[in-house]
C-alpha cells in the first residue's frame, strides 16, 4: 500500500527490512509500474474503455494522489459508461424512468472492480450511451463511484485529489440525473459532511465542504430553497458540543446577514438580535476567557457597531449615541471578568485596549485623558503577561502617543 | 473421573462476588487447579443481579438471618398498580455502580480480553432535587455541571458563580500538581465543603454541586478524597465519546462483570460449583483442609474466603430501596450534545436536609437515586429501576420511609399530568462493611466493601495482591510474570471486533 502523504499526525518510521520483505517490495513496485504503463499506454492510445476503467480502480487504491489516473477514469466515464448526454438535454430525462432496468451485473456494492458493464442497447430509449446504457444506470454509475472513493477517503481523508473527484462525481448528478434524484444524493453528501464534523467538528476543511454542499443544495439546479436557518441552527448544536470552534462561529458570523435578510427583519429585531448574540458570547467568555475563538466572535459583533461603510451590518439604524452606548457597556462587561480571572487574562487586555481605540473611530477623534491613561495600564499589564511581543505593545504605546504617559517620560 | 477430594487443589475461592471472580479471571491462563465455590445457588454474590423471583427467596433468607450482612429486607407491590413484567424480564442489581471511565477496572478488562463479552452503558446527566419553594409547586430537578460546556448552558448559577465554578474545575484538574497542592494539601483532612467555601469562596448551592459530583454518601468527605473523585470524574468526561464520564455494565452492573470473569474461569479449567459453600476450614497445617457442606473434605494449597463478615462497629449500616417505575421517565435520558450516546443511567442526588421523613425529621444525610432505563437491560421497555441509597443515622434505624419519601418527591419532579407509578419495592439495610482484607499464610480473605456510588478502584489491589499469592512459586522463579497481571493475548477464536 502506497503510503499516502497527506496523513497529518501520522509519523512516518522508517523500516528496517529484512531481505525477504525487500523482495516482496520489489515485487509490489514492478506489480505498480506495470500496472501504471498499462494505464498510460491506453491513455495515450486514447483506449477509454471499461478495461481502462477497472485498471484505474486498481491504480488508484495503490496509489490515489495520481491525478493523472483519476482524469483518465474520468474520460473513460464520460467516454462511454455513462450514458451520451443529448445538447441541452440535462435533468430532462422522461423517457428514462419509464424504460424497464435491464439487470446488469454492474451495480455491485463492492468499491474494487466498480464499473457498469453496458447494456444492450434498447432503440427507443431517448439517451442512450455507446453501449445503450439507461440515465438509471447512470444512477448506480454515479453511486458506485461515489462509493468507490470513500475506503480511500477514510484512509486519506485530506487528499485533494478524492475530494476533487466526489465533487466532479455529484456534479455529474447535477447534470445527468432528474433534479429530485440528484438532490438526494446531494442531501446524502451533506450527510456525509455532517459525519465528517462530528468525527473532528474543528475541521475547517470539512466546514468548507459543507459550505459548499449546502451552496448546491439551496441553488436552482437542485431546486432548492434557502437552508439559512438550519445552519444558522446548526452553528449553535457545534458550540455547544465544544466553546472552542473557530469554524463554527466563523460560519456563524457569514450567515447572519442573509439570516436577517431573509427573517426580513426589522430594526427592532435587529436590534433583539444584536443583543441576543451579545449576551450568548459574552456568558460564553465568562465561562472561557483564554478562548481566542469566543473573542473573535465577540470582535465580530462588537464591530458590526463601530463599522458603516459599506459592509452589511446587523444594526445598520443604530445612531451613534446608540453604538457609543452598546460599546461602553461592552467594555464594562468585559472588566467585571477581571474580578475573577488573574490567569487567562491577556485576552483580556487585548480586547480592552481594541474595543477604546473604537470609540475614537466612532467619533473621529484622538483617545481622551482618561482612555490613554487606561491603555497605558493595559499595555503594561500586556508587556507583562506577553513579553515576547514585546515589539507589538512598544508600537502600540509609539502609535497612539502614550509613550509620554509612561513612568520616567 | 477424579472426586474433589482427589485433587490437590492450588487454590479454592469461595463466593463468587465481584473480587473473587476478578481473581478467577486473573488465573484463568495460570494452569492452576482452581476450584470455585459459591454457597448460592447463584452467582454474584454481594454484587448478584437478581429476578423478582430471586428477589424473593433472598429477602426471606435475609429474614431468616441466613444473610449476614443484611438485615431488614421486605418486597412490597402497591396494590392497585398494573404493568409489572414476569420475573425473569427483571434484572435488580444488587450492586449498582457505575464505573468511570479512567477507572482501572476497565484497562484492566481490556487488557485481559473480558471487556468484549460486557456490553455498557452511558451514565449520563447528574441532577441535584430541589425542594419546592411553596406548597403549591413541584420539586424540580436542577442538572450539575461538569464540563464548560455545561457550565455555559446552565441559567441556575449567576454569572460570578460560574467564573467561581470554573477556576474550581481548573484547579481540580491539574490538583496534583505545583501550585495546587500547596493550596490544599495543608487542608488535606478536612471536609471538601469547608475547603471550598475558605479557599474558593463557594456559596451552598455550588458546595452541593461539588460534593455531588464527589459521591460523598455523608456529605463529610475530606478534601483529599473528595478532589480524587472529582478529579477522576472530570477527567474521564469525553473519554469514550462525547457526554458521559462513565459506563454502567448491562444486564445488572457488577454481576454481569463477575460472571464474565467466571466463565473466563471456566474457559481456563477452574472447576465451578454452585449451591455448595465451605463448612469449616483447618488452615494451620499445610496444605488447608475445607469441610464443604456438600461434605467433601478438600485439601488446597490457598485458601480465599467469601466476604461475609459483619461490619466495622461504628460504621454506618447503608439502605436502600429499588423501586420498579411504570414509565420510562425519558426526559432524564436526553443528550445534551452532538454527538452523544443516549445516556441509560441518570443519577440524582437529594441534598441533606431536601426531604424530610414522616415525623417532619429533616434528612441527615443526602440520598443518592440512580435512575436505570431499559437500555440498562434491568426491566422492559417502557419500565425503569431507581436505586435509592442513603447511610442509615445509628439512633435511627433503617430509612425505609425516607427513601419512600424520596422517591415519591422525585416522581412528583418528573411527572407531568400524571404522576408515575411504583410498580414494585424491595428495600433492605446492609453493613457498612468490613476491614481488614488481609492473609494469614495462604488463606485469603476479601472484605465486604462499604457502599459506593461508583466502583473504587482500591478493591482491584487485594485481588492482585491475592494471585501473587497463588502465583508465588512462578513470581519467584521469573519475576517478568507478575507484570502480566490481567494481561492477556487472545485465544485461537476469539477474533471479534474491538468495539465496546
New interface residues.
Partial sequence: MAESGASHGIARTSRVRSEEQRQKDLERIQKYRTLEDQVRQRAADKQFDSETFQLTSKLLRLNPEYYTAWNVRRRCLISGLFSKLLPGSSCSKESSSTSPRDTTTACSEESSSASSIPTPGRPDCQTTGKSGTTADDDLELIKTELHFTIPLLLESPKCYWIWSYRLWVLNQAIERLERPVARRIWEEELGLAEKML?KD?RNFHAWGYRRHVVAQLESDALGGGSMVEAEFAYTE??F????SNFSAWHNRSRLIPRLLDERGATDAQRKAFLDKELNMIR??L???PGDQSLWYYHQFLVLNLVTTAGKPTITPAFTLEERISYLTREIEEIK??L???DEDVQLIYEALVDYTLYFSRLEERKPTEEEREDLVSWVAKLKELDPMRNGRWVDLERDQGLVELLPGH | MESLSDTFWDVVISGTGLQQSLLALALSRSNKKILHIDKNDYYGHHEAALSLQEAESWVAAVQAHAKPGYSHASVTKPEGTTGLSFPRAYSLALAPQFIHARSALLQQLVSSGAYRQVEFVAVGSFFIFKPPQDASQKPTLARIPSTREDVFATTDIPAKAKRGLMKFLKFVLDYENSPQTELWQPDANIPLTEFLSKQFKMDNQLQTYITTLSLSLDGKITTKDGLTVIHRHLTSMGMYGPGFAAIYPKWGGLSEIAQVSCRAGAVGGAVYMLGNGVKTVDDYTSPIELRLHSGDIIKTRAFVEESDSIGVIGRPETTRLVAIIGSDLKALFETTIEGAPVPAVAIVAFPAGSISTADGKASEYPVYLSVHSSDTGECPKGQCVCYLTTLTPQESGPQDHLLTQALDSFLLSVSDDQVPQCLYKLSYTRSGGSDGDGERLFTIHFSLKPVTLSFDDSALENVRKAWKIVMCDEIMRDEAVDKDYMKFTDRQNAAEDDET
Fill in positions: 462530528s467538528h448544536r457545534m455547544r458540543r465544544d466553546l456568558e460564553a465568562n465561562v472561557g467585571v471578568l474580578e475573577d480571572y
